[in-house]
């Protein structure tokens, strides 16, 4: 009799293409599915997150069990559950007797290194469109990685958007036509909604009463727990805000907390779409017609270059990238992170919404709560916990070098060539904040300044011997030096008193 192989299927491993079930025989394997407690945990995750996940992986068993595939699948209420991934492993083992172990590669460090001493046979993750050794070959011998040579190399090795060698249209990048606030009267389409089937309902009682505590709300749940329904958001979003989207995609609005963002990044890191068929909807939809170039090049980029980049990027620099700290920042987490009670308008949206959907689109987490912590010398690691804390489709390898990358600048320039820092001037002109807002954008100093604009003037004062060489930081270094020293040290003082009235989360 053939032997039998035991097939791990990890709760971000959502996909019926995954490499650990290939050749699978279902009359001999079976699959083991976990719930483990420490991954519910390990940061004290969104209970929207950990709802999703839980019910993405019920509704995957059951649809193996419907294809008559034998899942041995361990619920976090069974009272024998060791709540380890390695325990698991070893008791599953002792259940079958397998002659193999099968697993695909986890996506996050922590978790391959918690596994190390099981005796699994790891495939490589194919659901990526660049393996890592892809991305090793390609950063191999670079003085410096960036995201855009990687998406072109990636145009060209995967053929979208190209014809013959060259882009479609003649640019690799249309980002100048993508930069446009969100007119008045303009109203982006809903989002579909999800309503939470018996599945997800039994899940979500087992979050409240286990991690109800944790940050955020679970009520108003509506992620996609299957392909079926992720596919579904998919085809929505493309025939319904793909078309705006590139125009506005930086763009944040009063009480619009999606405009005309996808929302599919919960459902490509569970696995329940791939980013491959993601991709091939929006060109489709491009060459029928339906979406103009800077709206499906500006999408495609983001799920073609920014996630195969940070992916490449996490696995090529783990362990020691999550220890940098190149602009020795060390202040505390400020309270109102978790509360949204800053009194700063665009902080307390962003804030306020990620509690309440799990969900903050980029340019709030990276121009709003990701600048701020920048801007204010937050300390690397709280940030990092803050935000794989509080996104549903928070997951380490991307998570970690937006925020420590991206974000905070933390790693000195690996990630992105200069610090995205901008002052109250920037929020302003994407945003309709400011005008709400208790504090004024157009003030530095004085009662009532805008904290984004003496917070930048005293980040830029603070680091400009570091970025004195750094042609990017040209223009901000340039205008400091014009400014007077007396306006200077204003601000400063303005920054120092702002930060230390502060409350740090105790
Ligand atoms: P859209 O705006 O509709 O974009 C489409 C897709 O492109 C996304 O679903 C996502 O899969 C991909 N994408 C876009 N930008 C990025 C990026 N910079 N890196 C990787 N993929 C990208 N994304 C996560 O999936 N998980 C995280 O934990 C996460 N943490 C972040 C932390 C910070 C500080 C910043 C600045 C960004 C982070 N991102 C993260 C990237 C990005 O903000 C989210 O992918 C995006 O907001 C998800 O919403 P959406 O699906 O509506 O995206
Ligand atoms: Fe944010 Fe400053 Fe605008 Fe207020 S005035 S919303 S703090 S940028």
Known sequence: MKPLSLRLVLG????????????????RDVVLMMEVQAECTHVRHHPQKIALVLSAMRHFAEMLRARSISVDYVCLDDPANTHGFSSEVARAISRHAPEHVIGTQPSEWRVLEEMEGCAVDW???????????????????????????????????TGLLMQGEQPVGGEWNYDSDNRKPLPRGLAPPAPPRFPPDAITREVMALVAARFGNHFGRLEGFNWPV???EAQNALARFVAERLPLFGDHQDAMAEGEATLFHSLISTSLNTGL?????VCDAVEAAYRAGLVPLNAAEGFIRQVLGWREFVRGLYWLKMPGYKALNALDAHRPLPEFYWTA????????????QTRDLAYAHHIQRLMVTGNFALLAGIEPDAVNDWYLCVYADAYEWVELPNTHGMAIHADGGIMASKPYAASGAYINRMSNHCAKCRFDVKRATGEGACPFNFLYWDFIARHAGRFASNPRMAMPLSTLRKMAPERVAEMRAEASKFLDNVSPLT
């Open 12 to 27: 971000d491993q959502c996909s019926l293409s995954l490499s650990a079930l290939e050749g699978l025989d279902p009359a």
């Open 123 to 157: 495939r490589e993750d194919t659901r990526f469109l660049a393996d890592t050794s892809f991305f090793r070959r390609w950063a191999h011998g670079k003085k410096q990685l960036r995201m855009e040579y990687f998406y072109r190399e990636m145009r060209r090795a």
């Open 226 to 228: 299957t392909a079926a």
């Open 273 to 277: 779409l791939l980013p491959r068929e």
């Open 341 to 352: 009670q800053s009194g700063m308008r665009c902080m307390d949206a962003a804030i306020g």
